[in-house]
């Protein structure tokens, strides 16, 4: 019986684990997102009239790699590593 009790309560303690360090995950791409694409695209990535920037909701990170590799407007974002680009994209995916 003690042992069954135990076994319960290891599972439980590994699905907290999971999910908090899943929550960590989407909490550092939405703050990437914040630092580093907000200002100019939205809080929402509505995108920003006054800023010329259109709506990025849902890019991929292919697509986030070719902007920052070709459009002026993202020079500042040149030090950005695939693994941001794809956390972002992964971000952006989430928003509708
Ligand atoms: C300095 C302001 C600024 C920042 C910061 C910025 N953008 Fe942009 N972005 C723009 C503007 C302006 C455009 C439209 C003109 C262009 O592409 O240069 C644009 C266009 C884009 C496009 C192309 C959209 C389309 O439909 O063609 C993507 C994708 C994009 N941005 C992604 C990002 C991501 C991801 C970040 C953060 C990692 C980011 N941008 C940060 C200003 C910015």
Redesign the pocket.
């Known amino acids: 019986m003690k042992k069954a009790i135990l076994g319960i309560a290891f599972v439980v303690m590994l699905c907290l684990v999971g999910s908090s360090s899943r929550a960590q995950n989407a909490a550092n791409r939405e703050k990437t ?1 914040k630092a ?2 907000a ?3 939205g809080p929402d990535a509505a995108g920003k009239p006054v ?4 709506s ?1 909701k849902g ?1 991929t990170a292919d ?2 790699q070719k ?1 920052t590799s070709t ?4 020079v ?2 040149k030090s ?1 590593t695939a693994d941001q680009m794809k956390e ?1 994209a992964a971000y952006l995916a989430t928003l509708k």
């Open positions: 997102f580093k694409c200002a100019c695209h800023m010329k920037s259109p990025i890019k697509e986030i902007v459009s002026p407007k993202h500042a974002l950005l972002v």
